[in-house]
Nanobody, 117 residues
């Protein structure tokens, strides 16, 4: 089993910054990819950013240039630095992990991000 624990959510004003962290533990022998999805009320969960073991990153168009994903392979952690936050970034953010391509994703419990004045 794999466990993921997120931290770093909260309330921030438009234009502000937040950093989300996710720590993985459990039966992890290798990691293919980690990343973040988000889900706002009434919307489906959608990819925000991902990073592979080869450090290939992928971002949703809506966050390109504002968000940066990074990972620490030795610590099995992934972080999401979010700058220039907008009200439309408000959502529950979920960390995920895949140990190999095609594996069903493991999910964290989610952390709430609210962008509001």
């Amino acid at each position: 089993q794999v466990q993921l624990v997120e931290s770093g959510g909260g309330l921030v004003q438009p234009g502000g910054s937040l950093r989300l962290d996710c720590a993985a533990s459990g039966s992890i022998f290798s990691i293919y990819a980690m990343g973040w999805y988000r889900q706002a009320p009434g919307n489906e969960r959608a990819l925000v950013a991902s990073i592979t073991r080869d450090d290939i990153t992928n971002y949703a168009d809506s966050v390109k240039g504002r968000f940066t994903i990074s990972r620490d392979n030795g610590l099995n952690t992934v972080s999401l630095r979010m700058n220039s936050l907008k009200p439309e970034d408000t959502a529950v953010y979920y960390c995920y992990l895949q140990r190999w391509p095609g594996e069903s994703k493991y999910w964290g419990q989610g952390t709430q991000v609210n962008v509001s004045s």
